[in-house]
């Protein structure tokens, strides 16, 4: 009972994870604007986006632990976890020097892929149920279609589409988080067992 | 300061002040204003979103949770954190 007092919605954590979300998109976007060799200049431009990564995976376990409403729920937060350690942690050993085919960018498409598959999988419910529903089924397929960008890049690093196709793919799944409202209508549909709507 | 030291040097400011900054150099200084003004309408667009404005009887959560905040501080941080080294970088690879 102390913990729910305290526990917070869901779309405060989905702001969160959007605000982390955003900062991956802009650093993605500045460096597909200047390239990858300016933007390598300074060593903590490197590590920005893989770091970032990597950290918003450290910080899924406790949503994961603690958050969690469901069993399917948290199988899903433990994969995005998971995915992202991953990603970011190979992305680091890239930039490190530590790992060197330029493949390790199949872990992104492979991220990319599982957390949409894991989105539209936990979403139980269809896509005008409530804006949370429609938001997750929208994020789920937005994952699965932009992981064509990695995968693209992990062929052919210098795609210059591919790196902003990845780049927005952040900011649009930052945008999409921040619209997030776990009891909302959506598009002034709202099903009737979605429970009380709030601002 | 010998004169022509002097010259030169005034000749590298003019230049400075008058080389006309790339398309490259605009986006990347454009980033972080664009993402505050993003956050500053969204906040004007639903002033409620901002629960510091009427925090009479909000909780915690509510108080910490303020998105366009966040989006504002994000931008502000990538503008003042970022750009400058960034655009500097730019700069000297494009005068290269």
Not at chain 1, 138 to 152: D, E, M, Q, R, Y
Not at chain 2, 18 to 40: F, K
Request: charged content about 15%.
């Amino acid at each position: 009972m102390i913990l729910a007092g305290i526990e917070p919605r869901a779309e405060f954590v989905h702001w969160m994870f959007a605000t982390g979300f955003l900062v991956l998109g802009l650093a993605l976007v500045a460096e597909a604007v200047v390239g990858p060799e300016v933007w390598g200049r300074r060593p903590w431009r490197r590590y920005l986006w893989p770091g970032t990564c990597f950290l918003m995976g450290l910080l899924m376990w406790p949503v994961m632990a603690l958050y969690t409403n469901s069993m399917i729920h948290m199988v899903a937060h433990g994969s995005w976890a998971q995915v992202l350690m991953l990603c970011g942690a190979a992305e680091l050993g890239v930039v490190r020097g530590k790992l060197h085919s330029q493949y390790w960018r199949l872990t992104s498409f492979f991220a990319l892929l599982v957390s949409g598959t894991a989105i539209l999988v936990h979403e139980q419910n269809g896509w005008f149920f409530a804006r949370a529903a429609f938001l997750h089924h929208t994020l789920g397929w937005t994952a699965i279609v932009a992981s064509v960008f990695p995968l693209v890049q992990a062929f052919r690093p210098r795609a210059v589409v591919a790196a902003y196709g990845f780049a927005t793919t952040f900011v649009v799944m930052a945008v999409l988080l921040y619209c997030d409202r776990d009891i909302a209508p959506i598009f002034g549909h709202f099903s009737a067992w979605a429970g009380v709507p709030h601002r | 300061m010998s004169a022509d030291y002097a010259r030169g040097l005034q000749a590298s400011r003019a230049e400075e002040t008058t080389t006309p900054d790339t398309w490259r150099v605009r986006i990347v200084l454009a980033l972080g204003p664009a993402t505050v003004a993003a956050g500053v309408v969204w906040a004007i667009v639903q002033p409620w979103r901002l629960t510091l404005l009427h925090p009479h009887g909000q909780g915690l959560w509510w108080l910490i949770a303020e998105p366009p905040l966040y989006v504002v501080v994000v931008g502000l941080l990538f503008r003042y954190l970022v750009a400058p080294g960034l655009v500097a970088d730019l700069r000297e690879s494009e005068e290269r």
